[in-house]
Structure formats: C-alpha cells, structure tokens
C-alpha cells in the first residue's frame, strides 16, 4: 500500500514538449473568479489571422498545484493548437497545501462556464469548447468532461448559470479511479504514507463544522469513500459524454497505465466515443516525441470541435 500510494501522489508539474507556438498570438491575463479574497486566473492566447471561433481550455496544474512559473512551458505546448486558430485559455486553479482536489475540480468547471459566458466578447463559439491537460491537469480535465453540468440558475453570479459543458477531452496519463490504484482497492484511512509525498494536502477533504465554526479534517472512513468516488470521473462516466482521447504510457511509474485502460473500457461499454494513444516506453512525462501526440490531440478537437 505505501508503494501504490506513493506513486499515486507524486507526479510531476508539467509535461515538456518540442511544439513551437506560434508568434502572432496576442496574450491577456483574466480574472475567471474569486475564492477566499483570492483571484483566479488564466492567460488568454489568442492565435492570428487563422482563429476558428473554438476554445480550448488548458488546465495548468501538476500534482493539483497550479504555477504561474510554468506558463511559458504551457504556452510552448499550445504551439499545435494555436497554429489551427484556437483560443486557448491556460487556467491556474487553487493549489495545495491550502487546497485540495475538490477545490480544483471545482474551479477547473469555473473556468470553462467562464470561457462560455464571455464568448461573444472572445469571438469563441459557446457551442465549440475543449480541454486539455496532463497528469492531475488530465484529471481535471476527464472530470469536466463526464461532469452531470449542474448549473446553479438562482446563483447571483451569471456565470454559474451557464452550462460547463465541454464539446471534446484530450489528456495525457490522468488518474481517473482513487478507489482502485494498480488493480489494488484503495484504503482511504492509510495517511501515513500519504504524508510523505508532497500532495498530501490535495487529499485532505474538509467539511463544515457549526459548533466551532471552521473547516476540520474528514477521517470519517465511510465519508472519505463518497469523496474518493466523486472525485474519480470513471465513476461519472455516461453515454452522453463527449469524444475522450487519452495518451498513456506504459512505463508510467506515477500514473498507473491501468488507469487509463480500464477508463478507456468504461467508455467503450457506455458507447462513448474514444481513442486511446499508447506509448510502450512511455514514462509520466518527458517523451522527446510528444509533440507527434499533442499534434494528435489537435487533430482530435478538429475533428470534434
């Protein structure tokens, strides 16, 4: 078990590719919401004279934190995307160790709702929006793809009152079932390994307390099961979902292969439409030929989108 958790809760910040973004894009930083007197951000890239009216939205994360440091990087790997005219959003989301991954997911919805309510200002289609990201970015990214869009219409914000809908999902090597982790069922009671990875605190849930008035820690085994389910998108799958292409490898030493495998499976028995792009040697990261699979990626949301 401390193996498996280990691997779970140590992957890495960003994925490196060789895609050249092109030149002529302009750049603008939004405010996309609030939390906790805090803002949340995402850089807009907006391509030439070639924009097609769609939006991808890129989740910036890696083991659940956000950077602002890795933005070039991330503007980098836009490069395929930007070149075939799409605006790409690069969203930051609330980070641990203050956060955790409910937090995540929940801005991760924001920030698409946000992309759609603001369409007309960007010149995007509400109707074409995608996303994308690797690692617990890929995560993030399968959840809002599976997701039930439960809009809030008597929210005095009108941006939760649009859908959060995406049109198309293209990730690589998400986690998608903390339930089961390499075949193995998971024991959400076991912290003590978890404290010696630095994502701990994404795995920290937190519920409301009234008598004190604060946010305590869950330990409630049976409550952690619910959390760990609901976070796990394979257990949101549906056959209304849209078109999902994973790229896994594997090698993967952080994010078991399996993940992937038995999700990629769940969509088929669902009929959902997918693709699975494979890399035999393919560690979590770092593939000098991954520009070939974000390409592929793309051509994904091209043909989708």
Request: a neutral charge; charged letters at 25%; one cysteine or more.
């Amino acid at each position: 078990m401390r193996k498996i958790f280990l691997n779970l809760l140590v992957c890495l910040t960003c994925v490196h590719l060789l895609s050249h973004a092109q030149t002529n894009y302009l750049k603008k930083e939004l405010i996309y919401g609030r939390r906790d007197g805090l803002a949340l951000t995402m850089l807009m890239l907006v391509p030439g004279s070639n924009a097609n009216g769609k939006a991808i939205v890129y989740m910036v994360s890696g083991g659940w934190y956000s950077n602002y440091d890795w933005i070039p990087g991330y503007i980098q790997n836009a490069g395929p995307y930007l070149n075939r005219g799409y605006t790409i959003f690069l969203a930051m989301h609330r980070s641990r160790p203050m956060f955790n991954i409910e937090d995540g997911i929940e801005d991760a919805k924001r920030a698409v709702r946000f992309v759609r309510y603001h369409a007309a200002d960007y010149k995007i289609s509400p109707n074409h929006i995608g996303i994308t990201g690797a690692s617990s970015g890929g995560h993030l990214s399968l959840v809002v793809g599976v997701d039930d869009d439960q809009m809030d219409p008597a929210s005095k914000d009108p941006v939760d009152r649009v859908s959060g809908r995406v049109q198309a999902v293209a990730c690589f090597f998400p986690p998608s079932d903390f339930l089961h982790w390499n075949n193995v069922t998971v024991d959400p009671k076991n912290k003590a390994v978890l404290d010696q990875a630095d994502v701990y605190s994404a795995f920290q849930f937190r519920e409301w307390d009234p008598v004190h008035k604060n946010y305590p820690v869950i330990t409630d085994e049976e409550k952690l099961l619910v959390i760990y389910k609901k976070i796990s998108p394979i257990n949101q799958i549906s056959p209304d979902d849209p078109p999902i292409l994973i790229a896994h490898g594997r090698a993967d030493k952080i994010v078991p292969f399996s993940q992937s495998v038995h999700f990629i499976e769940k969509l088929k028995q669902a009929q959902v439409t997918c693709d699975f792009l494979i890399k035999d040697d393919g560690d979590h990261g770092g593939w000098k030929d991954e520009v070939r699979y974000e390409n592929a990626f793309a051509d994904w949301f091209d043909k989708y989108l």
